[in-house]
């Protein structure tokens, strides 16, 4: 699969998942979609941090589920949330800056 279909794919499989999701206030980890996009592995990094940062202004819609995508960082580079304040979790805005601005500093292109 070339970086193009990878990219389509992604995109495809995190509209699926927040579609069928959306409902939910967990990340549903056996969800075949999340299934997939977890076995993406670090290779999925810019696609996911490119797809958090759309969700920006965007959280409720249907099929672009920032939570999925904070959890699937956390698996591919749990670095990503390292030092994040443990009382401030559960706040989306804040947690999403915090990863991409970790991004930003390890110089990861999105």
């Known amino acids: 699969m070339n970086d193009r279909e990878l990219q389509n794919r992604f995109v495809e499989l995190h509209q699926q998942y927040s579609r069928e999701t959306h409902y939910l206030s967990f990340v549903k980890e056996d969800h075949p979609s999340f299934v997939e996009l977890q076995a993406m592995g670090v290779e999925a990094v810019p696609m996911a941090l490119a797809r958090l940062q759309d969700t920006i202004g965007y959280d409720k819609d249907i099929d672009n589920d920032p939570w999925v995508l904070i959890r699937l960082l956390g698996y ?15 706040r989306l805005n804040e947690l999403r800056d915090w990863i991409l601005r970790w991004a930003r500093v390890k110089e990861i292109s999105f």
């Open 76 to 90: 591919y580079q749990e670095a990503c949330l390292k030092g994040f304040p443990e009382e401030r979790a559960g």
